[in-house]
């Protein structure tokens, strides 16, 4: 399976921005649809946003509240995570992923390649 390696976490306080990155092997992001997940301490892996092989966008209304940006770069095989409005409750560990395309993008199970994950921590 391609590796997918997430990068940009940190700790950061209420209202800081923070973009993440998924590196995947050359031309992954232009066939496979892509996505982040969360999984905060306790709770069960929860989808945030994906991003299909054409560029169309899913999100998780509910959570995003429109303060994340998923985007991709099709020519470094990379996918972005731009997080703005940071608050406590965004606070886990993001994971990339990849599927097929066609798969629901917002059901865990379509995916069957993860990176190790990125932690973010927001606290004050």
């Known amino acids: 399976q391609a590796q997918l390696v997430e990068s940009g976490g940190g700790s950061v306080q209420p209202g800081d921005s923070l973009r993440l990155s998924c590196a995947a092997p050359?031309?992954?992001?232009?066939?496979?649809?892509m996505a982040w997940f969360r999984q905060a301490p306790g709770k069960e892996r929860e989808f945030v946003a994906a991003?299909?092989?054409?560029?169309?966008?899913?999100y998780n209304v509910d959570s995003v509240r429109g303060r994340f940006t998923i985007s991709k770069d099709d020519a470094k095989s990379t996918v972005y995570l731009q997080m703005n409005n940071l608050q406590r409750e965004d606070t886990a560990v993001y994971y990339c992923?990849?599927?097929?395309?066609?798969?629901?993008?917002?059901?865990?199970?379509?995916?069957?390649?993860w990176g190790q994950g990125t932690p973010v921590t927001v606290s004050s």
């Open positions: 992923a990849a599927a097929q395309p066609g798969n629901a993008a917002a059901v865990a199970s379509s995916y069957n390649n």
């Open positions: 991003i299909s092989r054409i560029g169309s966008r899913t």
């Open positions: 050359r031309r992954t992001t232009m066939w496979y649809t």
